[in-house]
């Protein structure tokens, strides 16, 4: 299985900071990543796939890049609703292993 | 607007079984892959399976292998998890999701844009 490594595993941040978190892939995945954000007894809810594209209707403050098995999400100017958990993804192969998450604080 | 709806989840002693099902509604159940994702308490997400469009592929992560089948009956827009032979390990939070496909050059890229609210299935004595 491939496994996803995210760092860090916690940050914290303030109101207007620029956030980056990044995953690394045990083999290389191409551009087969995502990444989701997560609130408190929430369901996941979709930002980026296929490594930069954004979903419809997610702030163009989050962004994501890299290819192969270096990925980064960046968060420009966080805004108080962005404090959650993010996980990354891949879809190479299944199954469909998660990172095991960063949680961003205040 | 897309709609994922769990239930079946509850109380379950060690080696017992539970079926979950995931109501869908708001778009086209049969056109779309679709997966179960968990998430045991306090920790992060675990894929667990996945289905194909027409039920003809299926694939599970290692640990439920052999215990949990996934399952869709697309004339009721639903999908379904059995899962038998149930563990401690096994407590979570199950997450039903749509899986949805993106072409970008000759390649196909995959990810889960809708996800319901998840069931919790707790296994204990």
């Known amino acids: 299985d491939i496994q996803m490594t995210q760092s860090p595993s916690s940050l914290s941040a303030s109101v207007g900071d620029r956030v980056t978190i990044t995953c690394r892939a045990s083999?290389?995945?191409?551009?087969?990543l995502n990444w989701y954000q997560q609130k408190p007894g929430k369901a996941p809810e979709l930002l980026i796939y296929?490594?930069?594209s954004l979903q419809s209707g997610v702030p163009s403050r989050f962004s994501g890049s890299g290819s192969g098995t270096d990925f980064t999400l960046t968060i420009t100017s966080l805004q108080p609703e962005d404090f959650a958990t993010y996980y990354c993804?891949?879809?190479?192969?299944?199954?469909?292993?998660f990172g095991q998450g960063t949680k961003v604080e205040i | 607007e897309a709609q994922l709806v769990e239930s079946g989840g509850g109380l379950v002693q060690p080696g017992g079984s539970l079926r979950l099902s995931c109501a869908a509604s708001?778009?086209?159940?049969?056109?779309?892959?679709m997966s179960w994702v968990r998430q045991a308490p306090g920790k992060g997400l675990e894929w667990v399976a996945n289905?194909?469009?027409?039920?003809?592929?299926?694939h599970y992560v290692d640990s439920v292998k052999g215990r949990f089948t996934i399952s869709r009956d697309d004339a009721k827009n639903s999908l379904y998890l059995q899962m038998n032979s149930l563990r401690a390990e096994d407590t979570a939070v199950y997450y039903c999701?749509?899986?949805?496909?993106?072409?970008?050059?000759?390649?196909?890229?995959?990810?889960?844009?809708?996800w319901g609210q998840g069931t919790l299935v707790t296994v204990s004595s």
């Open positions: 993804q891949q879809s190479h192969t299944t199954p469909n292993t």
């Open positions: 999701a749509r899986d949805k496909a993106f072409k970008r050059g000759s390649s196909w890229y995959g990810f889960s844009d809708y």
């Open positions: 083999q290389s995945i191409s551009s087969y």
């Open positions: 708001g778009f086209t159940f049969s056109s779309y892959w």
């Open positions: 296929a490594a930069s």
């Open positions: 289905i194909k469009q027409d039920g003809s592929e299926k």
